[in-house]
C-alpha cells in the first residue's frame, strides 16, 4: 500500500507518494495561492494527487489514505483548520471532508511542525526512537511532540507550543501576546534582531560591512574570530539551550532534533548547544546524556509524517 | 480484588488497602528512621501490609499487587531507587526486588509527585479526565503528568521534573544548580523568601508583627487589605500562572491541579490565577479555557495513584 502525505503551505501544495517504508517513491508541489476560496485549494490538491498517481502508475486502490500537514489552529479529531493567517479564507474550514468529495479516501490533518516531527521520528533524524522532541528555528520556534511514537497534541490539538513557554519572565513581547517567550529569543528572527542590535552597539564588528544581515552574519563573523559575532552566537546557543534544557527537565525524549535553516551551521552550532544543556539539565550526571540532533529529511518530513500521522 | 499502595517518604511510610473503585479500605504508617539500612525499612513495610490486611481480615490472596511511590531519581523500569537523597542508604536501592522477598506479589514504584498526580486523576480533583498536570508547591515544585490515563515519565524515568523550567534565565538560583527555575519563585520556600523580603523593605506593613512568617502570611495580610501583602500575593500568583502557561502552552492538559498547603487559599488563590492563566495562554480565546482546580485528596492521592500505577 502507498499513503499520501501533503505538506499545505501558505504558498505551495506539495504531495508526495509514500511507501510502507517511508521512503517517498514520488512528489510534486502546485502553488497555493492562499488568497482564493479553500474549495479551490483543495481542489487542485486533489488534482495534484491524481496527477502523481498516474505520472507514478499507482492505482488509486493501492493508496489506504491520505494525511495533511496544515499550519494554524487545527481540530484534528474532526478534520477542520479552526484558522490559520496563511489563507484568506482560513476559518473553519473543513478540510478532510472537502477532500474527501473530490478523492474518496480517508484524511486526516495533523499541524505542520508536528507532523515535520513524526517524520523524522519514523524516518530521520530520530528513526528507532519513539520519544522524541522536534523544534524548529525559523521565522518562530515551532515544536512537535513524539510520545510512544504518536504525535502528542494536547487537549482539542491545542498543545505542543513549545516556542511559547517563558524564557524571561516579562521580556520582549512575543507575537503571540505574552512577553518573555522562547520564540522572541531563539527563533531565526530573534537572532537577526539581536545581530543588528550587536552591530549597533559594536560598530568596530566586522558584520558592520555585511550589507543584509541574516541568521548566517553572526555565525560567519564567530568563525573569523570576531568578538562582537563570537557575542553574539555564545548569548544565542545560551537562549536556544534554555528552552531545550526545559524540554530535557518536562520530557527527557531519547533525543531532540533542531530543524530550520540555522542547523547547516553543524557541529559549530550544537556541540556547545549540548554541553550547555547537559551542564544544566536536572540530576546532571544521574540522569542520561541528553542527545541533540540536526534535522535529517528537510521538507520531505511533513510529507512522510502526514502520510502516517494516526497510522 | 484489592490494591497495596505504599507512599513512601523519609519520615513515614504510609501504607494503604485500595479496592477497585479506588477507595482506601484502610490505611496505616510506620515510621521510616530513615538513618537505618534500606532492608530494614523494606522489612518494616512488609510488616506493615501484613498487619493491615490482618485487621482489616483481608487474605494475601485478594491483593494483586504493590506499588510503591517513592522520592529521588528512580529506574522504575526496574523498580530501582537510583538516589533518593531523604535515605542515608538511598543508593542503588533494588526495592522492588527487597520487597517481593518479603511479600510476593508484583512490585512497582513510581515516583512520589507522578503516582499523587495519578491518584487525582483516577479518584480526586481531575476525576474522569485522562490527560491531567499536578503541580505541588511545597519545599519546592513537584509536578506529575498524566497523558492518557497513564504517568508520563520521560526516558530511563528522568522527566516530568516540571519544577525545573525557567521562568527568568539567569535568575534565583534554584537547587538543581541552574539559575531561575520555576520552583525558586513559585514554591512555598519562595513566597516565604519573598514575603520576609518585602516586609524589609516596607516595615510599614502589618506583617512586621507577625512573627514567624510562613506561606500564609503575605495571603493573611493581603485579605486585611495591607498594601505590601497585596503586592507579593500578586507577584506570587504571576510566578505560579507563568509557569502554568508554559504547561498549558505545552500539554494543553484537560485540567491542570494544584496541590500543597497553599491550596487552601481556596478561590483566592485560584480565581486570579486561572484569568492571569487564560489571559495570556496561546491562542487566547481560539483554544478552550484552562481549567485548574485544587487537589482534593490529601496524602491518599499518593497511597491511591502508587495502588494503581501501571494498572
Given at each position: 500500500?502507498?499513503?499520501?502525505?501533503?505538506?499545505?503551505?501558505?504558498?505551495?501544495?506539495?504531495?508526495?507518494?509514500?511507501?510502507?517504508?517511508?521512503?517517498?517513491?514520488?512528489?510534486?508541489?502546485?502553488?497555493?495561492?492562499?488568497?482564493?476560496?479553500?474549495?479551490?485549494?483543495?481542489?487542485?490538491?486533489?488534482?495534484?494527487?491524481?496527477?502523481?498517481?498516474?505520472?507514478?502508475?499507482?492505482?488509486?486502490?493501492?493508496?489506504?489514505?491520505?494525511?495533511?500537514?496544515?499550519?494554524?489552529?487545527?481540530?484534528?479529531?474532526?478534520?477542520?483548520?479552526?484558522?490559520?493567517?496563511?489563507?484568506?479564507?482560513?476559518?473553519?474550514?473543513?478540510?478532510?471532508?472537502?477532500?474527501?468529495?473530490?478523492?474518496?479516501?480517508?484524511?486526516?490533518?495533523?499541524?505542520?511542525?508536528?507532523?515535520?516531527?513524526?517524520?523524522?521520528?519514523?524516518?530521520?533524524?530520530?528513526?528507532?526512537?519513539?520519544?522524541?522532541?522536534?523544534?524548529?528555528?525559523?521565522?518562530?520556534?515551532?515544536?512537535?511532540?513524539?510520545?510512544?511514537?504518536?504525535?502528542?497534541?494536547?487537549?482539542?490539538?491545542?498543545?505542543?507550543?513549545?516556542?511559547?513557554?517563558?524564557?524571561?519572565?516579562?521580556?520582549?513581547?512575543?507575537?503571540?501576546?505574552?512577553?518573555?517567550?522562547?520564540?522572541?529569543?531563539?527563533?531565526?528572527?530573534?537572532?537577526?534582531?539581536?545581530?543588528?542590535?550587536?552591530?549597533?552597539?559594536?560598530?568596530?564588528?566586522?558584520?558592520?560591512?555585511?550589507?543584509?544581515?541574516?541568521?548566517?552574519?553572526?555565525?560567519?563573523?564567530?568563525?573569523?574570530?570576531?568578538?562582537?559575532?563570537?557575542?553574539?552566537?555564545?548569548?544565542?546557543?545560551?537562549?536556544?539551550?534554555?528552552?531545550?534544557?526545559?524540554?530535557?527537565?518536562?520530557?527527557?525524549?531519547?533525543?531532540?532534533?533542531?530543524?530550520?535553516?540555522?542547523?547547516?551551521?553543524?557541529?559549530?552550532l550544537l556541540k556547545p548547544l549540548k554541553e550547555y544543556v547537559n551542564k544544566y539539565a536536572y540530576g546532571g550526571k544521574l540522569n542520561p546524556e541528553q542527545e541533540i540532533v540536526a534535522a535529517r529529511l528537510g521538507n520531505d518530513a511533513g510529507i512522510i509524517g502526514a502520510a502516517f500521522n494516526g497510522?
Amino acid at each position: 500500500m502507498y499513503y499520501i502525505g501533503v505538506d499545505l503551505g501558505g504558498t505551495n501544495i506539495a504531495v508526495g507518494i509514500v511507501d510502507e517504508n517511508y521512503n517517498i517513491v514520488g512528489k510534486k508541489s502546485v502553488k497555493t495561492i492562499s488568497s482564493r476560496p479553500f474549495e479551490e485549494i483543495v481542489h487542485d490538491m486533489a488534482v495534484c494527487i491524481r496527477d502523481i498517481l498516474t505520472q507514478y502508475d499507482i492505482s488509486e486502490d493501492d493508496v489506504a489514505s491520505v494525511g495533511i500537514g496544515a499550519p494554524g489552529s487545527l481540530d484534528t479529531e474532526n478534520g477542520i483548520m479552526v484558522y490559520a493567517n496563511n489563507f484568506k479564507d482560513g476559518t473553519d474550514i473543513h478540510i478532510s471532508e472537502m477532500l474527501r468529495k473530490e478523492f474518496d479516501k480517508p484524511v486526516r490533518i495533523g499541524n505542520d511542525a508536528n507532523v515535520a516531527a513524526l517524520g523524522e521520528a519514523l524516518a530521520g533524524a530520530a528513526k528507532g526512537h519513539k520519544n522524541c522532541v522536534m523544534i524548529t528555528l525559523g521565522t518562530g520556534v515551532g515544536g512537535g511532540i513524539i510520545i510512544d511514537g504518536k504525535i502528542y497534541e494536547g487537549y482539542r490539538s491545542a498543545g505542543a507550543e513549545i516556542g511559547h513557554i517563558v524564557l524571561i519572565k516579562g521580556g520582549e513581547k512575543c507575537t503571540c501576546g505574552r512577553y518573555g517567550c522562547w520564540e522572541a529569543y531563539a527563533s531565526a528572527t530573534a537572532l537577526v534582531k539581536q545581530t543588528k542590535a550587536a552591530i549597533d552597539r559594536h560598530p568596530e564588528t566586522i558584520m558592520s560591512k555585511s550589507g543584509t544581515v541574516n541568521g548566517r552574519t553572526a555565525f560567519e563573523a564567530a568563525r573569523k574570530g570576531d568578538k562582537t559575532g563570537l557575542e553574539v552566537v555564545k548569548n544565542y546557543i545560551e537562549y536556544i539551550g534554555e528552552g531545550l534544557i526545559d524540554i530535557v527537565n518536562v520530557f527527557r525524549p531519547e533525543i531532540i532534533i533542531i530543524g530550520g535553516g540555522i542547523c547547516n551551521e553543524g557541529d559549530y552550532l550544537l556541540k556547545p548547544l549540548k554541553e550547555y544543556v547537559n551542564k544544566y539539565a536536572y540530576g546532571g550526571k544521574l540522569n542520561p546524556e541528553q542527545e541533540i540532533v540536526a534535522a535529517r529529511l528537510g521538507n520531505d518530513a511533513g510529507i512522510i509524517g502526514a502520510a502516517f500521522n494516526g497510522i
